[in-house]
């Protein structure tokens, strides 16, 4: 573990962590049974965690958290926002796909970008955060408007940005349909000529999406097929990271209440 390794936090940590995940708490024999720990250790543990306001005594001999474990780390987690939160996956993200990425939340009738790690490679299209475009000819769009209801849907009106780009109602809400059922969407060419990309839902714990994930490549670079079979499994994987993130941050429960870029 290295010389500077401090067992003696380790094991604290872990009687916390054990007395957090039991709902009503743990006896001294069950927190020792559940760390692994000595009896002895976990007792001391214990102790060291009800002299600090961290634990007290609750019904049946158990111990239980108090609310100022919320002190630990809770401000600062609470404060971070989904910029926070995602630069890093997309970093790795880029590292391993070798194709810009980046994290859009829907505002209004556009995808507003939050989060943005670019290649080194020059596109058409300049895109910094905040950048918004209409969601219905993007990647990330398609897979924020497959969650919402069917008449705010109907209620977009699709103008052609490309020759290719989607503007039929009914032919619209196909692909959003389809979106939802593949649990990803791919836009070839429809919001600029010569840009593909390919986005994933960002959901929240609810299991409600918050936010897209996409990965955007010049069309000579990459094919449809090329982004479904190299690009889709990390993407996914990279938006798994985010949700698990997520997961512990207070204000992460739907699409209003996430901040934006610091």
């Known amino acids: 573990m290295g010389a500077g390794y401090l067992r003696s936090l380790d094991r604290g940590l872990a009687v916390l962590v054990a007395l957090g995940a039991a709902r009503g708490g743990l006896t001294l024999a069950a927190a020792a049974a559940a760390t692994g720990l000595p009896r002895a250790t976990a007792r001391r543990a214990i102790q060291t965690l009800e002299a600090l306001g961290y634990a007290a005594p609750g019904d049946g001999g158990r111990f239980v958290l108090l609310p100022r474990v919320l002190e630990l780390g809770y401000a600062t987690l609470s404060r971070r926002t989904l910029s926070e939160i995602a630069t890093p996956h997309l970093a790795a993200l880029v590292a391993r796909v070798r194709e810009s990425a980046s994290v859009a939340v829907l505002s209004g009738d556009d995808v507003r970008y939050v989060a943005r790690v670019p290649t ?142 610091s």
């Open 120 to 261: 080194v490679r020059i596109m058409s299209v300049d895109i910094t955060v905040g950048t918004r475009f209409p969601a219905y000819a993007t990647s990330m769009g398609r897979v924020l408007l497959a969650d919402l209801p069917e008449e705010r849907l109907a209620a977009i009106v699709p103008r052609s940005l490309t020759p290719r780009t989607v503007t039929g109602a009914a032919e619209l809400a196909a692909v959003v349909r389809r979106a939802a059922e593949d649990g990803y969407a791919l836009v070839d060419q429809e919001l600029e000529e010569g840009v593909r990309s390919i986005a994933v839902p960002v959901r929240d714990r609810r299991g409600r999406t918050v936010a897209a994930v996409n990965v955007a490549a010049h069309a000579g670079r990459a094919t449809t097929d090329d982004l479904r079979r190299d690009v889709l499994p990390a993407l996914r994987e990279t938006a798994a990271r985010i949700e698990a993130d997520l997961a512990h941050i207070p204000w992460a429960t739907a699409p209003d209440h996430l901040p934006g870029p």
